[in-house]
């Protein structure tokens, strides 16, 4: 089994392969491989998206790799590989990104990544810290990576920018922050979470082991 953490120059991969490989070990779920390479990515069993920074950079270092995004979305649509897209990871799983510019995204969800604008402007702008997560109804018992976790559990957030879906029956997840801000979203084979799983201490390590056990 090889999970691969896809590499494009886009944050700091290193305390996200660390908390991989501490639940891989412990789940018995094989090689993780953090990779820019789109034979690697071909071969992987899950594919893991991270991305730091604005979308519109993101999405055009994910494309200065040849071939590379062509391998995940060929393995994730055609070969139903399990994905995980991590903060703008996630993100570009939607429609359209509108920070800066539009700029197109992968279209697997449908939805565009807007700026967070808290009805309370007190709240700043990015949202970052941890905030308490409330699982969305049709969420609770449908969704095998969610196992163990409940509405209250905290995860930890870095971003101004969230993804608002077309279809709530996408949206897994969600906080408060002086209105919804979407958290975790999902459909058939695909998962993104908007928060940093590997920064998010117990709740984090729980859902990466859900993850890499996850045959959707």
């Known amino acids: 089994m090889l999970t691969v953490l896809v590499d494009y120059d886009s944050g700091n991969l290193h305390s996200a392969e660390k908390a991989f490989q501490r ?3 412990e789940t018995d779920a094989g090689q993780i491989l953090v990779s820019s390479d789109p034979k690697d990515v071909a071969r992987a069993d899950r594919i893991v998206l991270p991305g730091d920074g604005a979308f519109p950079a993101c999405r055009r270092a994910l494309g200065s790799y040849g071939g590379l995004f062509d391998s995940i979305a060929e393995a994730v649509t055609i070969r139903a590989r399990p994905f995980l897209g991590i903060c703008v990871g996630m ?14 995204g992968f279209g697997w969800i449908p939805g565009e990544v807007v700026k967070i604008t808290p009805a309370d402007p007190a709240l700043k702008v990015p949202h970052m810290g941890w905030n308490d997560l409330v699982i969305d109804t049709q969420a609770i018992a449908a969704h ?9 559990d905290h995860a930890y957030f870095v971003h101004s920018y969230h993804f608002r879906v077309e279809n709530h029956a996408h949206r897994l997840a969600h906080v408060d922050y002086a209105g919804d801000v979407t958290a975790i979203i999902g459909r058939d084979n695909m998962l993104g979470m908007q928060f940093h799983p590997e920064k998010s201490q117990a709740n984090g390590l729980r859902l ?3 993850f890499l056990r996850w045959k959707p």
């Open 23 to 25: 639940m891989a070990t």
């Open 91 to 104: 993100q570009m799983m939607a429609s359209w990104g509108r920070e800066y510019q539009d700029t197109e």
């Open 144 to 152: 095998p990576v969610l196992d163990g976790l409940k509405t209250g």
């Open 208 to 210: 990466i082991s859900n």
